[in-house]
């Protein structure tokens, strides 16, 4: 990743033979053309019949069929829609059309031809080891650009992003005016990227569409896949990939059908599979044009900050690189379709209901003691020392059957103890997916505050909500300085099966106008049915805010730690009345977390 006005490298992904060392493939890029080309090559060497020119215009889910625009009708056991981003089976399975929105982007692609460039010293040396470069956008104009080399290094690929809402069928229509507006859009850009632009004969305009979630794929015997019903912005790269996935589990779904009467089974469990892999890429892809399009000022500078790691070669266990952020490089580029796709149709309680772990499955704990900011280094080979730890395979599936060739795994108890605690646990979170639930005791202790910068907000509620495992609780965390409403309503988020809860928080929490929502909650004999002990205290608090940068803990004034005593007491009486036991809550501080306030 490069700044914008001066191509200063500002984020480093190494696919290298990082990829193949950690996923077992490289990482390939291929002409649009030159794919199409070699699924066309294959399906006729397969013997399937290729129609060229044969537009679908309706669809018969009940046969079914398919009719052309030549009216000629195609009967088949199953029909496969991949008809792109304005499909006309996503209608008949939905049963009314939800297209893709238009974002306001719009992107030129062009390809330049390599001798060219090769030619010209001042361009050359991007040449000289293959990769990607994203260069990074302008103040608050929302404009980036891509290249990379494609055609087996005998063309360069770009693809040059920015806002534009206007109407697209008035666009390429003239190809002169199209390659001006190009050159336009980044005249005043970093000076290699656009002495590379000066070397385009052609561009296309597209414009960037990212399609609403679907949680239906199927009706009857017809299923859409790719673009149909995932469209997606191209800023995880994966567009493409994930169609081919939607394929590879298509195939394996079927792979053991015995007859017509087992496709609509083979069909569900698909779906149920690529739904939730779609809408997360979808969600990510979103993410990334969030992260590259921060305007300069202080959220840029935070991003490229955090990025300094990957590019001077140290070690990091985060970064809103996502294309280097280890968690994201997991969930994302470790995706197996076709072993989750064997995992969802034996659904053996083994593989669906943690509470069902064999007793020779071993206890495994992970502790992770961050230190403070200033030496985070440390604290983040650590964190990946205590990942790599982990065999392989527990990270895939969490839960095996022990064989003499790997070891069984139940992630017993978590502890995390540094200033980003709950960053830390939603990256382990996507990384370890089954062994986080299936855990049953979490420690978490952080007086950092939360901005959330990087990450979407709901992750951390949406991972508490998953650990219907987990019966033991301590959580202490700082103010959520973008989102006061944030801790208020935590409450509702809790793994419903705890035993034992402890929480330690802001004083300011029980100055929300929700506060009453906390002692509320503990009236209910649903809330937390099975809770035995707590401790909750909010002695936390924090210096005026001084800009972007994280704000400073101090020792809160005498009259709000009063008002936050008695607002505990509410909480307090409500558990007493459903005899639940109140306790001091357990004080281990640590280099950076103060014991709870001596007046408490």
Known sequence: MRRWQNGQVIGHTRLYPEFRENFDAPYWVIHRAHFHQAMHDLAVDLGVTVRLASKVVSYDVDEPSITLDDDSKVFADLVVAADGVNSTARKVVLGADHPPQRTGFAAYRAVVDIDRMQGDPEVSWLLEKPAFNLWSLKLGDNRHVMTYVIGAGKSFNMVLSHPDSGDSSQWNLNPEETLQNMRNEFQDWDPVLTRIIGMIDKALKWPLFSGATMNRWVSG???VLGDAAHAMLPYMSQGAAIAVEDGIALARALKNI????DIPHALSVCERVRVDRAQKMQEASLLNGKLWHFADGPRQRARDEAMEPEVAGRPFSFSPNQWSDPATQMWCYSYDAEREIDREIPASPLQRNASTIAPNITPFTIKVQGPHRESEESHQQHLQDQIHSIPRDAMVLGIEEDTPSSRSINLETLEILEDDAVDTLIGMSAALPHLIEIL??????STHGLDFQFIAEDAFREILR?????????????EIFNDSSYLPTLHKYLPPNLTSFYFRGPVSLCQSEHWADWPNAFESPGFLPNLETMGF???LQYEPDTGFKDKTECCAPEDLLHAARRACEL???????RNIQVKKLPNEPT??????????
């Open 221 to 223: 015997n017809l299923i």
């Open 258 to 261: 015995q007859s017509r009467e």
């Open 440 to 445: 049953k005791t979490l420690h978490i202790r």
């Open 466 to 478: 998953r650990m219907e495992n987990l019966q033991t609780l301590r959580l202490s965390v700082g």
């Open 537 to 539: 205290v909010l002695d």
């Open 571 to 577: 909480v307090y009486e409500t558990a007493r009345r």
């Open 591 to 600: 280099s950076h977390l103060r014991p709870v306030d001596h007046r408490w």
